[in-house]
């Protein structure tokens, strides 16, 4: 779950280590309610969205990989 640290995907290095360690297909958007309210769960997505993540990697973490868990 990577709501509450979004800032770690726009450093290369950090992303890179992701990619290496672990890969963006075990990594999912949670929302860390009611710790967090809306408005900056909407902020953390947005931030997913302009990430330097590949586009794969952003539909993944921000639903595909739920959904292939969930069904």
């Given at each position: 779950d990577i709501s509450a640290v979004t800032d770690i995907?726009?450093?290369d290095g950090m992303?890179?280590?992701i990619r290496e360690t672990v890969g963006f297909e075990k990594i999912?958007?949670?929302s860390?309610?009611?710790v967090v309210d809306g408005r900056d769960i909407?902020?953390?997505?947005e931030n997913v969205k302009k990430s330097i993540l590949k586009d794969h990697?952003?539909?993944q973490v921000l639903g595909l990989n739920a959904l292939?868990?969930?069904?």
């Open positions: 995907l726009y450093n992303v890179k280590k999912l958007f949670g860390d309610y009611p909407l902020a953390e997505v990697e952003k539909e292939e868990i969930l069904g």
